[in-house]
């Protein structure tokens, strides 16, 4: 499990995602969740960038680093894995009671 305070930390920053066309798209963190036994991060564009839209949500494992300004994020390989991921996502903004209701469809992360 991840450090709360870690947590915390990039809860408030935004991130710079390099996806596999070498597209940067800054992101806010929305989320950092559990979810059996890995951490995972959702984050939402700050604008649209290329064929990128600003309301994709992008959900990737977080990799917790003894390194505060290091982030590792890898990509959810497995269609299971994300289903179960993108529920719990969901799940989550529920219990808050946000309204996401333009976010339809996650978008599978495209690292």
């Given at each position: 499990?991840?450090?709360?305070n870690?947590?915390?930390?990039?809860?408030?920053?935004?991130?710079?995602?390099?996806?596999?066309?070498?597209?940067?798209?800054?992101?806010?963190?929305?989320?950092i969740?559990?979810?059996e036994?890995?951490?995972y991060?959702?984050?939402?564009?700050v604008?649209?960038?290329?064929?990128?839209?600003?309301?994709e949500?992008?959900?990737?494992?977080?990799?917790?680093?003894?390194?505060?300004?290091?982030?590792?994020?890898?990509?959810?390989?497995?269609?299971?894995?994300?289903?179960?991921?993108?529920?719990?996502?969901?799940a989550?903004?529920?219990?808050?009671?946000?309204?996401f209701?333009?976010?339809?469809?996650?978008?599978?992360?495209?690292?």
């Amino acid at each position: 499990m991840s450090d709360k305070n870690e947590m915390q930390d990039f809860e408030e920053r935004t991130v710079t995602l390099t996806l596999d066309n070498d597209l940067e798209v800054k992101c806010e963190v929305i989320d950092i969740f559990d979810v059996e036994d890995k951490t995972y991060m959702a984050l939402i564009p700050v604008e649209a960038v290329g064929d990128i839209e600003d309301d994709e949500i992008f959900i990737y494992r977080y990799i917790p680093s003894d390194d505060e300004d290091e982030l590792k994020l890898e990509n959810i390989e497995s269609d299971e894995e994300y289903e179960a991921v993108a529920d719990a996502f969901e799940a989550l903004l529920d219990e808050l009671d946000t309204d996401f209701d333009d976010f339809e469809d996650l978008d599978e992360d495209e690292e």
